[in-house]
């Protein structure tokens, strides 16, 4: 079997696993009267924020970006990720594997770019109706798509940050916050992002989500397709650099579970 | 041809990662040899260093100092090489997906043992026959018995037709049945010609199915020997059953330097232990010269081997 094959085969794989282990946690009256109620209300909260403000341009501000970020959001479980593996007492197995860690843990957590491509789109269709925010049809169709590049960028800050938190699994918790909670803040969800000093513009360009979310923003307020294009390209730039990380950097975080001791049998 | 296992001086330091941790010497320039095709038992108490030595073996854990191969490939620097080499069972309910069916569980390592699918499919099937999972194959692991997932452990240990297969207390927690059958299916392991090290705390186990035992303590090897002739490493502590012996003349044996013990045994018998080189030849001659003929002596178990090295710290486990 030829690498590539090999490598889509495990991810498929890893995949069905995470899917199954996810199964445990919600089935679709679960997802659908817990989980997705609660986005709702999260995205209609911060749209009524907009209304608060008396502004309709906040209401559709407020909720796009926050519809949005629920794809950031949903991805970033990846961070936890590993910790499922070390908890399952197979981590020194799939350490000691002739196969890359990382594959398996790119594949495991892929439920989590799905949630989050379902909530954000389950969110933002249902929600904008309600709030007056007319998506423009047919170039709408072309919003899950982005949707799912957001998501796709998260997913692999997540990969990265899972690495990390490979050598120090009491942190996966605070990781994930800090990191959805960074994007929150500084990516554009709910202030724009030239509002923060220049520094921190530039960090906000780096991160998942922001360059995303401003082609959806342009997409919805009527810009032509093609000036979407550069947002476009620069959120698939800062996906793909997350996971060239995430890469570079995984299977030697793992191996330094090797040095320290850290990689325990059964636990 | 090398031999499956050879471990060089290796040496394991635990740096304390807390102020309150104490530097650990897991293990202190151990070697050892292990030739391909043989089962080979690593005892020891909690702590010895066991389960360490199986970890830098399969490649999870990298020695401070010293080297080990596996298959003549060395475990720090050639990985790649040694990792589908191997294979590596754990005692307990870990190491498996419990949500997933066991023909899945074994499907998905085959994947990651980098076997093609079809193989994957064929090997599962003839593994889950093997060890009794056939009927069970498409229900999920999380509704196994111990034994049952511990039987599965070892077909996942196999999924990659591991030439040297690493064991650490395969039997944990298992009834005496399964874990028979369970030792019946290492027997049969090394009739193919695989090289298997048994870390266990199982006398029996390690008397059963091991070619050689290796005693280790405190991070040191003790001793290497068959499970038979290591009693001859302590054969200063031998036995002598006897039968129709007087008392007087169990009373005058019983002062005799090197005799530790002289108790009566149910069947009216009596046991005499020695625990002195040359003892037990003065035992023999004062009871034949008593006109007692039913004598035997015997070197003692595995176990009592154990005991009397390691001490009854041992019995801790």
Redesign the interface.
């Known amino acids: 079997m030829s690498g590539l094959r090999h490598t889509l085969h495990v991810l498929a794989l890893a995949a069905r696993n995470g899917f199954l282990d996810y199964s445990v946690t919600f089935t679709w009256k679960t997802w659908l009267s817990g989980w997705y109620l609660r986005v709702l209300a999260q995205v209609v909260f911060f749209a009524l924020m907009g209304r608060l403000l008396g502004s309709t341009e906040q209401v559709h501000y407020l909720l796009l970006g926050n519809a949005v970020m629920l794809a950031a959001l949903g991805s970033l479980f990846a961070v936890a990720g590993t910790t499922w593996e070390r908890r399952a007492g197979t981590l020194p197995l799939l350490v000691a594997s002739p196969s890359s860690p990382v594959v398996v843990f790119v594949g495991r957590s892929t439920w989590a770019l799905v949630d989050g491509f379902l909530s954000s789109l389950g969110a933002l269709f249902v929600v904008a109706p309600l709030f007056d925010l007319g998506l423009p049809w047919p170039r709408a169709l072309l919003i899950p798509l982005l949707v799912a590049l957001v998501g796709a960028s998260a997913y692999a800050l997540g990969t990265f940050l899972g690495g990390l938190v490979l050598r120090a699994m009491s942190t996966r918790n605070v990781v994930a916050n800090v990191a959805w909670t960074t994007i929150l803040a500084i990516g554009g969800v709910n202030v724009p992002v030239d509002f923060y000093p220049r520094p921190v513009e530039w960090f906000a360009h780096a991160l998942p989500l922001t360059h995303g979310l401003q082609a959806i923003r342009d997409l919805v307020g009527g810009a032509p397709l093609a000036t979407l294009l550069p947002n476009v390209a620069l959120e698939l730039a800062v996906g793909t650099a997350w996971l060239a990380l995430a890469l570079l950097t995984f299977d030697r975080l793992a191996e330094g579970g090797r040095r320290d001791g850290s990689i325990e049998f059964g636990g | 041809m090398p031999d499956a296992v050879e471990v060089e001086d290796v040496t ?1 330091v ?1 740096e304390p ?1 807390k102020k309150k941790d104490e530097r650990v010497v897991a293990l202190d320039e151990v070697s050892l040899t292990i030739p391909e095709g043989e089962i080979h038992g690593l005892l020891g108490p909690n702590g010895a260093g066991k ?1 360490t030595l ?2 830098i073996l ?5 020695p401070t100092s010293g080297r080990a191969r596996v298959c003549g490939h060395d475990v720090v620097e050639e990985t ?1 090489a040694v ?2 080499l ?1 294979g ?1 069972v ?3 309910e ?7 069916t066991g023909r ?1 569980n074994l ?3 085959g ?4 076997l ?2 079809a193989a994957v499919r064929e090997r599962t099937r003839t593994l889950l026959e093997r060890v009794g999972l056939a009927d069970r194959a498409d229900q999920r692991v999380e509704q196994y018995s111990r034994g049952m997932k511990q039987r599965l452990h070892l077909a ?1 240990g196999l999924i ?1 037709d591991a030439k040297v297969l690493f064991l ?1 207390e395969p039997t944990t927690g298992m009834d005496p049945i399964a874990g028979r059958e369970f030792r019946t299916l290492i027997g049969e392991l090394k009739g193919e010609g695989r090289t298997i090290l048994l870390a266990t705390h199982d006398m029996v186990e390690a008397e059963t199915v091991c070619d050689r035992v290796t005693l280790i303590d405190r991070g040191k090897i003790i001793a290497t020997e068959s499970p038979r002739s290591l009693g001859h490493v302590i054969s200063r502590f031998q036995r002598v059953d006897v039968e129709g012996a007087p008392e007087p003349v169990l009373g005058r044996i019983a002062a005799l330097e090197g005799v530790s013990a002289v108790t009566r045994t149910e069947d009216g018998g009596a046991r005499i232990e020695v625990s002195e080189e040359g003892a037990t030849a003065e035992v023999l001659r004062r009871l034949v010269d008593a006109g007692v003929t039913s004598v035997r002596t015997s070197l003692p178990s595995l176990e009592e081997v154990y005991v009397q090295l390691i001490g009854e710290r041992g019995l801790e486990v």
Do not use: C, M, N
């Open positions: 394991r635990f990662r389960t199986v970890k399969s490649t999870v854990l990298l790649k990792r589908p191997i590596i754990f005692g307990g870990r190491g498996l997906y419990w949500r997933l899945q499907e998905y390592w994947a990651l043992y980098r093609p699918p996942r990659g650490d």
